[in-house]
């Protein structure tokens, strides 16, 4: 039952680092296979397949951070020590929401296969 409990409390605490690293390697492997196939590349209101994609992951991942945030941050807690997990949870959560973020801004400004 303790291993249990602290594979669950270390993948709550690094949800956010995850779904980030996930993100990370989706877009750009993506983002590299659509520029290494010319003949998959198709527009859509003025944004590339490839630029859909990555917009559409970013917003999956910024729900899912902030879907676990909450319920973390709702999640009643008894233990001091546990309050600590729980800033850093919501810590992190930012900090990759903040990635993400920034990771995705390119795609309206730089052109996909540039």
Same mark, same amino acid.
């Given at each position: 039952?303790i291993a249990s409990l602290f594979t669950s409390?270390?993948?709550? @605490?690094? =949800?956010?680092?995850?779904?980030? +690293? #996930?993100?990370?390697?989706?877009?750009?492997?993506?983002?590299?296979? $659509?520029? /290494?196939?010319?003949?998959?590349?198709?527009?859509?209101?003025?944004?590339?397949?490839?630029?859909?994609?990555?917009? @559409?992951? =970013?917003?999956?991942?910024?729900? +899912? #951070?902030?879907?676990?945030?909450?319920?973390?941050?709702?999640?009643? $807690?008894? /233990?001091?020590?546990?309050?600590?997990?729980?800033?850093?949870?919501v810590g992190l959560g930012v900090l990759s929401?903040?990635?993400?973020?920034?990771?995705?801004?390119?795609?309206?400004?730089?052109?996909?296969?540039?």
């Amino acid at each position: 039952m303790i291993a249990s409990l602290f594979t669950s409390s270390f993948l709550k @605490l690094f =949800s956010g680092p995850i779904i980030w +690293a #996930i993100h990370f390697l989706f877009i750009y492997s993506f983002n590299g296979i $659509m520029c /290494a196939r010319p003949a998959l590349r198709r527009e859509w209101v003025g944004l590339s397949l490839s630029g859909w994609a990555i917009v @559409l992951a =970013s917003v999956m991942a910024l729900l +899912a #951070i902030v879907l676990i945030n909450l319920r973390e941050w709702r999640s009643d $807690m008894d /233990a001091s020590n546990r309050d600590f997990a729980r800033w850093m949870t919501v810590g992190l959560g930012v900090l990759s929401a903040f990635a993400i973020i920034l990771e995705a801004i390119p795609v309206f400004l730089v052109p996909d296969c540039a």
